[in-house]
T-cell receptor, first 114, second 112 residues
């Protein structure tokens, strides 16, 4: 089974801190994604990566950056955490093959910025 | 803006009844997917339907796709309390599969 693992389930950080959210997948997927989920807004794409060292902005990249140094690992960085970044963060990976794009998700990290 | 828009936002039914959720989207797609999310957890893939398919079944799930109306529906038959979850549709939009774009979801509550 595909496994996507996020480093923390719950995280509390202070305003202004630099925050790292880590995600690791074990199925050699090319694509990896970071979403944030807020009530009533569904999942919004922050960044995605389709290869090592490649990254593309999603719909809400402001205040975030990402790093993909190895194929299996995709990190989300909050450069200076703010209270409006309190949210559930979901990492996903997928294998793009013949247009089939089933995504596998991690369990989520609930981040609170105080 | 979101690609997928689910309807209704919330649905409450009795165990044993059928649940129908709808999804509308805006751009052309290669495929449409449905996911389930139990409270506070990650999403789990349920079913994928390609743009050249009209209907697909998986166990108690039935998905239809109408590309002319840019809409899809998810039917869960003989619902169970364990089906209580949020359901999301997702599409690859016009990105060739590099992005998966989600709607806001339908919250389903099945009463025992």
């Amino acid at each position: 089974d595909v496994k996507v693992t996020q480093s923390s389930r719950y995280l509390v950080k202070r305003t202004g801190e630099k925050v790292f959210l880590e995600c690791v997948q074990d199925m050699d997927h090319e694509n990896m994604f970071w979403y944030r989920q807020d009530p009533g807004l569904g999942l919004r794409l922050i960044y995605f990566s389709y290869d090592v060292k490649m990254k593309e902005k999603g719909d809400i990249p402001e205040g975030y950056s990402v790093s993909r140094e190895k194929k299996e690992r995709f990190s989300l960085i909050l450069e200076s955490a703010s209270t409006n970044q309190t949210s559930m963060y979901l990492c996903a990976s997928s294998l793009v093959k013949l247009g089939l794009t089933e995504a596998f998700f991690g369990q989520g990290t609930r981040l609170t910025v105080v | 803006s979101q690609q997928g828009e689910e309807d209704p936002q919330a649905l409450s039914i009795q165990e044993g009844e059928n649940a129908t959720m709808n999804c509308s989207y805006k751009t052309s797609i290669n495929n449409l997917q449905w996911y389930r999310q139990n409270s506070g957890r990650g999403l789990v893939h349920l079913i994928l339907i390609r743009s050249n398919e009209r209907e697909k079944h998986s166990g108690r799930l039935r998905v239809t796709l109408d590309t002319s109306k840019k809409s899809s529906s998810l039917l869960i038959t003989a619902s169970r309390a364990a089906d209580t979850a949020s359901y999301f549709c997702a599409t690859d939009g016009d990105t060739g599969g590099f992005k998966t774009i989600f709607g806001a979801g339908t919250r389903l509550f099945v009463k025992a």
